[in-house]
């Protein structure tokens, strides 16, 4: 059954690439403008070097920013094999809350050659492009699918706790506090469909393997993921579920921890360490991304 599945959604990228049973070609994608509401068609290429350039900074190391180009071509690749963006039909948005970042502004010639450099790379697991999650900052430690995401279909070979070189990110990236008033509290909860007339406690439950909280429980009877009451509260105000410490008061809930993101996968911070000491992209991918290997998909 598994391989099955691998031929079939291997087809799919074909297909969408435009080729049949020779090598596979650079794929021609629709991509949905969410400033101008409008759809444009470009190569996959040159669509990266936005991507890139909207979520790394474009004067960081060469090696980051191939891993960078790298990790976003392959989660393009596998989205696409998902199908059509719900609301768009199309396969890929710059909205980041659909999507990924896109920049073009921002693309400069170090951003275009690391797109370059790595043409056509691609990270796959038995055959099949991975889903290359990526965050910020993973606080020093990655995350599982299911405890940094919520990810329900189980665990996935290719995505497991690493540590991470974190320490050069911002200081109010390693270590942050943030409140929220109790109004804020009620509203979040009641998004994730339980009433409350006020949240009097937050309790986290269990952990994931990375020491991110996973469950929790709100004021002794309700259980929420943590990733899920995180993106309620706002996955930028929110930083992470690496939690330190909640408490609350009349002002509200007061919530300290570690890192920026969903900690899944590649931590671009620690992306930057590691490049800045010597690490190839490739070393960075295969760091982050444990049992898969990087494969040229077209020329």
């Known amino acids: 059954m ?70 976003a071509r392959t989660y393009t690749l596998a989205k696409m094999a998902e199908g059509k963006l719900a609301g768009h039909d199309t396969d890929a948005s710059t909205d980041i ?25 691609v990270i796959a697991y038995e055959g099949v492009p991975i889903m290359a999650w990526f965050s910020a900052s993973a606080g020093g430690q990655t995350a599982t699918a299911e405890e940094g995401l919520g990810y329900t279909k189980g665990p996935l070979a290719y995505i497991q706790p690493v540590m991470s070189p974190d320490e050069d990110a911002p200081d109010d990236v390693r270590s942050w506090e943030v409140t ?63 939690l330190d410490d909640i408490t609350i008061d009349e002002r509200g809930a007061h919530f300290a921890g570690r890192g920026y993101g969903h900690g899944v996968g590649m931590s671009q911070w620690g992306a930057y360490h590691m490049a800045n000491t010597g690490s190839t992209a490739e070393e960075i991918v295969k760091h982050y991304y444990p049992n898969t290997t990087v494969t040229k998909w077209w020329e």
């Open 180 to 242: 929220f008033t109790h109004d804020e509290m009620k509203r979040a909860v009641e998004s994730l469909g339980y009433e409350t007339d006020k949240v009097n406690s937050v309790m986290v439950t269990s952990y994931g393997p990375s020491g991110r909280a996973a469950k929790l429980l709100i004021n002794g009877k309700f259980a929420l993921g943590a990733p899920e009451l995180r993106i309620a509260l706002g996955s930028t105000k929110l930083k992470s579920t690496m």
């Open 2 to 71: 598994k391989k099955l599945l691998v031929c079939l959604i291997i087809g799919c990228l074909m297909l969408i690439a435009g080729c049949g049973e020779e090598a596979m070609s650079e794929p021609e994608i629709s991509v949905y403008f969410h400033e101008e509401d409008t759809v444009r068609q470009m190569r996959l290429e040159q669509y990266l070097e936005g991507v890139v350039a909207g979520e790394m900074k474009n004067d960081w190391p060469q090696e980051a920013l191939k891993a960078q180009a790298i990790v």
């Open 97 to 121: 809350r659909e999507f990924q970042a896109y920049r073009a502004e921002s693309v400069n010639d170090a951003v275009k050659q690391a797109v370059q450099m790595t043409r056509g790379q």
